[in-house]
């Protein structure tokens, strides 16, 4: 069995982690200084968001050097020394590989415009209809070379040709360079943008949803501005430079486009379960959605609710759900993915007063809450985004209290090796989505307020509310791990 087959990846943005030079950005020291709390919480992996230098338009997804550390986050030695001590405590290390496209700071945005994506405009303005996933045309026109170039973001974000072989070459050696450094994987940034129609022909009106939230509203069918042809030799020389490190894929396309991704990749992101209503039905659907994926010889999704793109699990689904959130995702059979502050139950805050992320997206990237004072011990000096809440959430006083998201995510991760392969849904009340694990444990989640029949004889060994059980019913908002 490979490492990561039922492994938990801790998801640091390092931005938001912990700062430890008193600048108010989080950094590597910091991340390295904290490896005890991820080790804590029982995470096989930590997936480190970019920690390359950026002019930060997209906050390190603009990248302008592949190979090197923003000296915001510290040096090459100390991401070393953080691989080195990651380790030691038997926690791989993820980066996060951003092949679709460069900073338009990049050298090679001026010394080799061949690696780009140009085309002249069409009625004085863009190419074509194609929309940037952060809103506007996915076109900007560069007066210096008198064409239009592609970004499937912002405009500080020029895509790359990937019909070009020396991009793949360029990419392949980036991949070599953070292997030879000991990394153990990476999650491949928005990786259904890296292809597109070759013809760069306008997307179509939309006959039918696209199946996930999408800038626009989904007016437009998005078939020719991504997933385009070519994917499968595009990832197979991913693969080809990363050997066997672990490759998970941000495909952000409904499940039924990802099989031809896990033709390389070894697990996609399950979004349609990130973006799903808190309802049983809704619930049970892309569970299902995300198990058919799975087959004996093709890998299956990672599951995840919590990033820094989307409002925190918390914040979406309700606080009064976040400790069964936490039972459902960390039942599911594959890898999962937890982004930091989850464990805490933290929920979105207010984002800067003056917004740095132009698409919206501070509010999901408030400070992870260490101690109970004003700056949450994520600080010594002015925190670049307050944190939310930390007098009423946070590690230091979560630390022992049974009762806390903390300490059900600990036990929830200690529980998963010992759930047996396979997911098999259970026919229950309709407000309830219940599930074998194999022949080992059935998991019952109740998302509503009512008390319902729990669908298992014996006494639940992790129950999210005390008393929770009563009369074989389970509490409204409650969830139950009971052996089979
Ligand atoms: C991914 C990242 C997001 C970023 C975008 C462009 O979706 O998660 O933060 O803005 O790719 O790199
Ligand atoms: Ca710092």
Redesign the pocket.
């Known amino acids: 069995m490979t490492w990561w087959a039922d492994a938990t990846v801790y998801q640091v943005y390092p931005r938001s982690f912990q700062d430890t030079n008193g600048d108010g950005v989080g950094d590597l020291a910091g991340v390295r200084r904290r490896l005890g709390h991820i080790a804590r919480v029982g995470a096989d992996a930590v997936w480190l ?1 970019p920690i390359y230098p950026s002019p930060g338009a ?1 906050l390190g ?2 990248i302008s050097d592949y190979t090197a550390v923003d000296p915001l986050f510290g040096t090459l030695e100390e991401f070393d020394r953080l691989v080195d001590d990651a380790h030691a405590l038997n926690i791989r290390v993820l980066l996060d590989l ?1 092949p ?2 460069t900073s338009t700071a990049h050298p090679w945005f001026k010394e080799r415009p061949g690696f780009y994506i140009w085309a002249e405009g069409r009625d004085g303005g863009p190419p074509n209809n194609w929309l940037s ?1 952060f809103g506007g045309p996915a076109w900007s026109y560069d007066p210096g070379q008198g064409r239009w170039y592609l970004h ?3 405009p500080e ?1 020029a895509d790359l040709d990937w019909r070009n072989p020396e991009v793949v070459a360029a990419v392949q050696d980036v991949i070599r360079f953070w292997a030879a450094r000991g990394i153990d994987g990476f999650r491949v ?2 990786i259904d943008r890296l292809m597109k129609d070759p013809q760069l022909r306008d997307d179509p009106p939309a006959a039918v949803p696209f199946g996930l939230p999408v800038e626009g509203g989904g007016t437009l069918a998005l078939t020719n501005s991504r997933n385009g042809p070519g994917i499968g030799k595009a990832l197979a020389a991913i693969r080809a430079a990363a050997g066997d490190l672990f490759l998970a894929g ?1 495909v ?1 396309l409904p499940a039924d486009a990802h099989p031809s991704f896990l033709e390389h990749l070894d697990t996609t992101f399950a979004f349609e379960l990130f973006h799903a209503p808190w309802e049983a039905a809704a619930l049970r659907q892309a569970i299902e959605r995300g198990i058919e994926l799975a087959t004996p010889t093709r890998r299956g999704p990672a599951w995840v609710l919590s ?3 989307f409002p925190r699990v918390a914040t979406r689904w309700g606080a009064q759900h976040a400790r069964a959130a936490a039972v459902l995702l960390l039942t599911l059979p594959g890898p999962v993915f937890v982004y930091q502050g989850e464990e805490l139950g933290q929920l979105d805050g207010p984002g800067a007063e003056r917004p740095i992320d132009r ?1 919206g ?1 501070d509010a999901h990237r408030h400070p992870v809450q260490w101690d109970p004072e004003p700056r949450a011990g994520f600080t010594d000096g002015i925190p670049w985004l307050e944190p939310v809440d930390p007098l009423e959430r946070s590690v230091a006083v979560q630390t022992g209290d049974p009762l806390s998201v903390l300490e059900l995510t600990r036990a929830l991760i200690a529980l998963r090796p010992h759930l047996e392969p396979g997911l098999l849904m259970l026919e229950t009340e309709p407000g309830l989505v219940a599930f074998a694990r194999g022949e080992s444990h059935v998991v019952v989640v109740n998302t509503t307020a009512a008390w319902l029949p729990v669908p298992a004889a014996a006494e639940p060994l992790i129950l999210t509310a005390p008393g929770g059980v009563r009369d074989g019913r389970l509490a409204p908002n409650a969830a139950a791990i009971c052996p089979a």
């Open positions: 968001s997209d997804y603009d951003v679709c496209h996933a499937s973001f912002y974000q940034d928005a941000e952000y990033n820094h793109d698409a997206r």
